[in-house]
């Protein structure tokens, strides 16, 4: 089974708890606050994917990072720690804000540019968007320099990667191939 999916599975049941407990809300800037902290921090990254560090150290950091979070969510982090799935946390949490928004009715495209948005090309995207998904849409905006031009929009399970760097990387394959 592929991580996406598994991914998805997780999310789907912590969504489910949390709509028994009328926990959507708490639970959802529990995992807004998850992808932003793990994408903002390399060192986390790291830690988190290192075979060298123990379950149990990457539960009680992880515990201690997000202490003020909701009790689903600190059972979602032990779930994934007993399981041994717990470098896909990030990509859990970001499956749960996404069908969370599709549950209201919106959606949230994310967007991955070298330079950061401006009015009009957030203006532009929205209503591209909207129209393909037929949902009220939100704009999420990331700058990542390392795709040196272009960008990559991400909504639900849809990627489309224009990205510069994308497209060297695809020429390179292509030669390397050929050789």
Same mark, same amino acid.
């Given at each position: 089974? +592929?991580?996406?999916?598994? =991914? ?12 028994? &407990?009328?926990? $959507?809300?708490?639970?959802? !800037? ?19 994917? +290192?075979?060298?560090? +123990? ?7 992880? /515990? @201690? ?23 896909? /946390?990030? @990509? #859990? =949490? ?8 599709? $549950? !209201?009715?919106?959606? %949230? ?5 070298? #330079?950061?948005?401006? =009015?009009?090309?957030? !203006? ?10 037929? &949902? @009220? #849409? ?6 990542? @320099? ?8 991400? #909504?639900?399970? /849809?990627?489309?990667?224009?990205? %510069?760097? &994308? !497209? ?10 050929? $050789?």
């Amino acid at each position: 089974m +592929s991580e996406s999916r598994a =991914a998805l599975r997780y999310a789907k049941a912590i969504l489910d708890m949390a709509k028994d &407990n009328k926990a $959507l809300d708490a639970v959802e !800037k529990d995992m807004r606050s998850i992808t932003t902290t793990i994408s903002g921090s390399k060192e986390l990254r790291d830690v988190l994917a +290192s075979p060298v560090v +123990s379950g149990a150290m990457k539960k009680s950091a992880l /515990l @201690e990072i997000f202490k003020d979070s909701h009790s689903i969510t600190e059972g979602a982090i032990n779930m994934l720690v007993d399981n041994k799935r717990l470098g896909m /946390l990030n @990509e #859990v =949490a970001l499956k749960y804000i996404i069908i969370n928004e599709q $549950l !209201k009715g919106k959606d %949230v495209a994310y967007v991955t540019t070298a #330079v950061p948005l401006d =009015a009009t090309m957030e !203006k532009k995207i929205l209503k591209k968007v909207a129209a393909l998904t037929g &949902n @009220e #849409v939100t704009i999420e905006s990331k700058v990542d @320099e390392s795709i040196i031009g272009g960008f990559i929009l991400r #909504v639900g399970d /849809l990627q489309y990667d224009a990205s %510069v760097s &994308n !497209k060297l990387n695809n020429l390179k394959r292509e030669f390397s191939n050929s $050789l």
